[in-house]
């Protein structure tokens, strides 16, 4: 079974439009990131999400939002598109805790033209 | 602002060969972690070393730490076509559990 996933695998958009990402793990983490890989493979915190509280890299632009439904989902949420937001976006999960290692999703890779 | 800084960034040998990638990161930290990421793929934990730590051994993976130089290691044993992929290193620092990766060694093992 797969622990992580994501969908769709390959987004293909046009800018100026509002995309979705769902996330799903089935490991029983507690916490759940989303990761921005870009073209020279440089992976960066998006946000860090569990039932307590929501961390946002404040580099983030504000037009992306993660919405969890329950404990094993965090969808990313992409509002008025742009060129620059074409990348690779990881979802991972892990404990909350700083010994536990990451399990990370197979990516989606998004594309706006 | 990022942790940790891979070299060197590829890395080209034949199958059989040792290969040795290092880390070096800035900050003190709690832990040190090493990931694979095959082409297309999502990254895969190989190994965490902890601060007070200094070597680690998984399989043909071997990791150390020197924390005095604020340094990482990660050398692959008789390499196999099947390890080309991309390995970063991740520090976890101070009160977070978010570990903060490096830009990754590109490793190509020819058969």
């Known amino acids: 079974d797969t622990a992580v996933s994501q969908t769709p695998k390959y987004l293909v958009t046009q800018m100026g439009n509002d995309k979705s990402i769902k996330c799903e793990q089935n490991?029983?983490?507690?916490?759940m990131y989303w990761y921005k890989q870009d073209s020279k493979k440089f992976l960066k915190i998006m946000f860090s999400y569990n039932n307590k509280e929501l961390i946002i890299n404040e580099t983030v632009p504000n037009r992306f939002s993660p919405k969890s439904p329950d404990k094993a989902h965090l969808n990313l949420h992409i509002n008025s598109l742009e060129l620059g937001d074409s990348a690779v976006y990881f979802c991972?999960?892990?404990?909350?805790?700083?010994?536990?290692?990451?399990?990370f999703g197979p990516g989606t890779r998004l594309t706006v033209t | 602002s990022q942790q940790g800084e891979e070299d060197p960034q590829a890395l080209s040998i034949q199958e059989g060969e040792n290969a040795t990638m290092n880390c070096s990161y800035k900050t003190s930290i709690n832990n040190l972690q090493w990931y694979r990421q095959n082409s297309g793929r999502g990254l895969v934990h190989l190994i965490l070393i902890r601060s007070n730590e200094r070597e680690k051994h998984s399989g043909r993976l071997r990791v150390t730490l020197d924390t005095s130089k604020k340094s990482s290691s990660l050398l692959i044993t008789a390499s196999r076509a099947a390890d080309t992929a991309s390995y970063f290193c991740?520090?976890?620092?101070?009160?977070?559990?978010?570990?903060?990766f490096g830009r990754g060694t590109s490793l190509i093992v020819h058969p």
């Open positions: 991972a999960s892990s404990q909350e805790h700083r010994d536990y290692e990451q399990y």
């Open positions: 991740a520090t976890v620092s101070g009160g977070s559990y978010i570990p903060t």
């Open positions: 490991l029983g983490h507690d916490t």
